[in-house]
Every structure is written in C-alpha cells, then in structure tokens.
C-alpha cells in the first residue's frame, strides 16, 4: 500500500499538471491538484456534491464512522452540524482558553520529567531534550477531552478514553490494511477484527450514556449533554450519528492535529530567527496593560496566526481530501466529467502549488501570508477542507495549537537536537528562558 504522500509523488511525476486517475479499492477517483481544477469542481455545483457510500472505504469502515457527519450530505448533513455547531463555534472555542491554559501548564510543568536532560554551554540543569512524537500524542487528545465533556471530564473518564482509544487504532488497522474486511458478508462472520468493532461501539456508547446521565443528575454543564438532547428528547439524530461523530472528533481526527503541532514546534525549533521574533512578539503582547490572550490567539494580523496558518499548509490534515462526487458534467483541466464522479483533492500538491504560493511554495516562510490576502488563495489552499468536508473542530484546533506554542515559548527556547553532526528527528531541545 502506497503512502498518501507517495502516492501525491507518484501522480505528479505521471501526469504532471494534468488531473489523473487512481485506483482506491474497487473504485477509480479523479485526482485534482491546481487552483484552476478546484475552482472547476466546486463551481455552480459545489453544494450539491455528495459523497460515495463509505467514502469508498468499504463495509468495515462504514460500520465504523458509514453516519458520521463527515461523511454526510445535504440535509442530513445540515441538521447534524445544527446540534453539534454550537458547540465548536469560534466563541465558544476562545471560551476554552481558561480549561486549556491550566492543561497546558501541568503538561509543561510534567514535561521535564518525561524528557531527558542535556548539557549545554551554560551546562543549565533545567535544560532538556524531548521527543515529539511521544510528548504531544496525548495533549490535544485531553484537551479536546475537556471540550468535548466540560464539567463531566475527569482523570477516571480520561483513562477510560485512553483505553478506547487504544482499541479504536487497533479498529483503524483493520481498515487500513484489511482486504475481506471491505466485504459485507465478510463482516457477518464472527471474526476477530468484528469482534473488536463490537467492541469499541459498545464500550464506547456505555462511556458516553454514563457521562451523559451523571452530568444530568449533577446538573453540571457538559456540551455533549446538549448536544444529546437532539437523540432523546427531539428524536431529531440517531444514536449512531452522535455516537460516529463524536468519534470523528475524538479518534479519528485527534492524531492529525498533533502531528502539527511537532510539525510546528519542530520547525520553530529549526528556524531561530523566527522563533525569536515570534517571541519578542508575544512578550510585547504580554506586557500590554489590555493583554488577553483570547484577543492576541483570534487576531489574524500576527506572527502567531501566520505560524499556524503556514503549518496548516505545509502540513494538512490529510495529504488527500475525502472524496466528493460532481452534482453535473463539467469541464475541468480539458477534460469532460460526468456528473457523479468521485473526485478527490492532493492538498499537499494543492497548498505548495507555485500559482498560489511562489518557487518557494515547499519552503516554511510563515511570514508570506502577510503579503497574501484571503481572495489569492481562494482555491489554491486547503486548510481545514471545503465546503460540507470542512473540520467542525477548526476553531478549537487553531486555539489549542496557538495557546500551545505560546505557552512553550513563554518559558522555554527550542532548538534541534544534534547527533553527529546531524539533526535528530523528533526531538527538540528545551532551554529554560
């Protein structure tokens, strides 16, 4: 099985600027890459687009995330985002900053003893080196926990969430790399991966239904309480949709903001200049009378939201967008589209492309978006999806990943790890400021 960006290696190298053809399971989807070819796909029709049944993923996936809102249409798709927006809304994500500044300081307070020490030329005891990878896994899925949960979130509930969520990976292998699996007869059988489906489905209905009805006999506000009003009170979702995506949420889409928050820090790490800048721009900010970090982290004019709108391009939630299929026939790239053809976006080719972006459309230069407005690169960048693809949690990834990086550079420098003579993946090193 090819990687996704192999595979975004391997259809630039044979098709060039052209759209082109793969093969996913035993479907074909249409590869789009360029500015032009998605301003096409999405022109006139855009809000008619659907999405083919288990986004071509087969029965394994469906019965896994087949109702999430995700992977709905039209307006099934508008009544589900109706109960869960409120939610995740810009406000209501700002509103986090509290909760998410106290889980940020005891993650920086734990983190020295999770790490490593390492001499450095001031030969500072406090200094040490920590690899990404391990100590990042975890942040954002805690505190997208404690949105998710609100008052009803505590240590017992979060290990019961860390056990799902070792469970669901173990789920998601299965449809990666299962080949029987995308069969539904297959799935009848009393097989060890549907045993492990059952499993987390009814694991994790009990978690929820528990925290839904201690919430309700505490009266303590819970946003997954509210949320659930619209199964047993309005009839107006099934369980299997709150239930899929919450999962969505939580599981599926929960490793894709970590691996940009190492993308970030990493790069931070590696590019000192900036880094220093951006520092002198927090503390600037910090040493104004009026400071309030939820108005710094929602300002779009900053060295802050230029990072994380430059790591957000360089490295997207997914290499491929999910696929879509055209409402009409439509021309694009020369080509004649029949109405009903999946077709699916390389976001990796698409927000590096050089009409949007320049010769160093590939190169980490967080401070281009402040020569860029919004209206160049409409079609040309692909942040957190288009349309009825577009994350619901983007407000909170973008708060979450902010604090994040202020709350590090507040106390600490970052800096590669050099291991002869070469920088070591993964790890960075922390010099207490």
């Known amino acids: 099985m090819l990687s996704s960006l192999q595979l975004s290696i391997d259809g630039k190298n044979l098709a060039q600027d052209e759209p082109y053809l793969i093969r996913n399971g035993r479907n074909r989807e249409l590869v789009l890459h360029t500015p032009e070819q998605v301003r096409e796909f999405y022109r006139k029709d855009g809000k008619d687009h659907l999405k083919p049944k288990n986004m071509n993923l087969g029965d394994y996936f469906g019965r896994l995330l087949g109702q999430c809102v995700g992977l709905q249409a039209g307006d099934k798709w508008k009544n589900t985002r109706s109960h869960f927006d409120p939610e995740f809304s810009h406000l209501v994500s700002v509103r986090s900053v509290s ?16 790490s490593r020490p390492v001499r450095t030329s001031a030969e500072n005891a406090s200094n040490f080196s920590s690899n990404l990878n ?69 694991q994790w209905e009990i978690l929820n239904t ?19 009003r619209a199964v047993d009170q309005e009839g107006d979702m099934t369980m299997a949709e709150f239930l899929q995506t919450l999962d969505e949420i939580l599981f599926t889409n929960i490793d894709i903001t970590a691996n940009v928050l190492v993308f970030m820090l990493t790069n931070l790490a590696t590019h000192r200049p900036f880094q220093e800048s951006l520092h002198a721009e927090i503390m600037r900010e910090r040493n104004r009378p009026s400071y309030d970090i939820a108005q710094y982290i929602s300002r779009q004019e900053t060295l802050l939201h230029y990072l994380s709108m430059e790591c957000v391009r360089l490295r997207p939630a997914f290499w491929f967008s999910l696929p879509e299929c055209t409402a009409v026939e439509k021309i694009i790239g020369r080509y004649r589209i029949p109405a009903q053809t999946p077709a699916v976006i390389d976001v990796r080719r698409l927000n590096s492309n050089p009409i949007t972006w320049g010769s160093d459309g590939e190169v980490f230069r967080p401070e281009r978006f402040a020569d860029v407005s919004p209206a160049q690169y409409r079609y040309g960048f692909m ?15 973008d708060v979450l990943l902010k604090m994040t990086v202020v709350a590090v550079l507040e106390r600490y420098e970052i800096s590669p790890v050099i291991v002869d003579g070469e920088v070591n993946d993964g790890k960075i090193a922390f010099a207490k400021r």
Not at 99 to 114: A, C, H, I, V
Not at 185 to 201: C, G, Y
Not at 383 to 394: E, N, T
């Open 99 to 114: 909760g998410y500044s106290k889980e940020l300081d005891r993650w920086l307070d734990t983190l020295p003893q999770s």
């Open 134 to 202: 391990q100590t990042c896994r975890f942040l954002p899925f805690r505190m997208i926990s404690l949105s998710l949960y609100g008052e009803g979130f505590d240590e017992k509930v979060y290990s019961r969430l860390i056990e799902l969520s070792e469970l669901h990976q173990r789920v998601m292998l299965g449809v990666a790399m299962g080949k029987r699996e995308t069969y539904k007869l297959f799935n009848l059988l009393p097989t060890e991966a549907k045993r492990q489906m059952d499993t987390f489905h009814r």
């Open 210 to 228: 528990d925290i839904i009805r201690s919430a309700r006999q505490r009266n303590i506000p819970c946003p997954i309480e509210r949320i659930f």
């Open 383 to 397: 942040r957190f999806g288009v349309g009825s693809g577009k994350c619901m949690g983007k407000h909170m990834a």
